[in-house]
């Protein structure tokens, strides 16, 4: 303590020590503050910092000071003050970072975490690739239920009542109303489109068909169709042939070979299957090809008379081709996929080779 002048010095120098000692608590109870929570902290500010806090009472005080050593008490007062701000301020943060992660919250500006690429299913890759070959020559995209009646599905087709395909062994009858089945081929669609009544029509037809088969590597019970009607007059089998050359110059390449085999369809007459030379051993024999050189990729064939007037169209004056190819098919030919279930079980190891394709 400095040495007092007289009495009066004597008392405030005594002062200034009790408040200098003051000073230090002071201090090192800020130092040791951590609030919980904004009450907390909120307590702190006014105890220490507020208008009516410590220390604005302790500037208060310092006017009772000697002159000479309001200099000290001063300057340890005024160090003191920016403590005590500073460590208001760094609890403020910290609380408020605490509560913000509470909240989870999530700071945008952190960069991503990486996130692995997703891939087309190589059905819909497929699909897309069938769907644009078509439209560069002029045929549109009709879709329709996935639910059918009989009529549609059936009957306005061709297919006798005593038909195989229309066994409950082959078809998937909804059991509340025995009219309606779960579409066999989305040539059910194209009868849609045909009883509309505009012509000429030149469309694919894309999706989802049902049978009732045990699944298996070969046999599923549901995959997938494209279908394709053309309907003009004057509309010939050469149409067709030259239509199918080009989707398979397009989807296979130039130098794939294309065979014609006759075969039967109800709704066609005459009707043809179309084999393409093996992709696999380019026609030598493997086992893909079951050592033949070709394998069978559609069905196909000029829309027989009946069906044409089943649906109001005039067999005298219009004719058409239509043809029909399974997706799965094309996909095990085009990725070599020895296992039709592999497309319906989500395995994402399968998937993932997708990843950048289509
Ligand atoms: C209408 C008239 C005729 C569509 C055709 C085929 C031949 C055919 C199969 C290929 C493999 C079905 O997915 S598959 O199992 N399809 O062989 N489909 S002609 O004929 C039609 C379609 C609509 C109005």
Not at 82 to 109: I, M, N
Not at 186 to 209: A, K, Y
Request: net charge negative; with cysteine.
């Amino acid at each position: 303590m400095p040495k007092p002048k007289n009495e009066f010095h004597y008392l405030s120098l005594q002062l200034m020590e009790v408040k200098l000692q003051d000073l230090e608590d002071f201090r090192k109870e800020v130092a040791s503050f951590s609030p919980q929570t904004t009450d907390e902290l909120e307590a702190f500010r006014i105890r220490f910092l507020g208008s009516k806090g410590l220390v604005k009472s302790l500037f208060t005080a310092m006017r009772n000071v000697p002159k000479e050593e309001k200099r000290i008490f001063g300057k340890k007062l005024n160090e003191f003050k920016a403590f005590a701000e500073k460590s208001y301020e760094e609890a403020r943060e910290q609380l408020s970072e605490t509560e913000k992660e509470e909240e989870g919250f999530a700071d945008l500006t952190l960069p991503a975490e990486e996130q692995p690429l997703g891939s087309l299913h190589p059905i819909h890759i497929i699909r897309k690739e069938i769907i644009h070959i078509f439209e560069k020559i002029g045929f549109s995209i009709a879709e329709g239920p996935e639910m059918e009646d009989d009529w549609h599905n059936f009957t306005a087709l061709n297919l006798p009542s005593d038909h195989p395909a229309r066994d409950m062994q082959d078809t998937f009858y909804l059991s509340k109303n025995p009219d309606t089945v779960l579409r066999t081929h989305t040539s059910s669609v194209q009868v849609r489109v045909m009883e509309q009544g505009h012509l000429p029509i030149r469309i694919i037809c894309p999706g989802r068909v049902y049978r009732n088969e045990t699944i298996s590597a070969r046999a599923h019970c549901f995959f997938h169709q494209v279908e394709g009607l053309y309907i003009d007059d004057r509309v010939s089998f050469a149409d067709l042939k030259q239509t199918l050359y080009f989707f398979v110059r397009e989807m296979f390449g130039g130098d794939t070979g294309i065979r014609f085999r006759p075969s039967y369809f109800p709704f066609t007459e005459p009707s043809a299957e179309m084999d393409i030379s093996c992709l696999i051993c380019g026609g030598k024999g493997c086992t893909v090809c079951k050592h033949t050189g070709w394998v069978e990729i559609l069905g196909c064939g000029m829309v027989h008379p009946n069906v044409l007037e089943n649906c109001h169209i005039d067999s005298e004056e219009y004719t058409g081709f239509a043809f029909g190819m399974g997706i799965e098919r094309i996909a095990m030919l085009k990725y070599q996929i020895n296992d039709l279930r592999l497309f319906s079980e989500n395995d994402i190891r399968f998937l993932k080779q997708f990843t950048g394709a289509g």
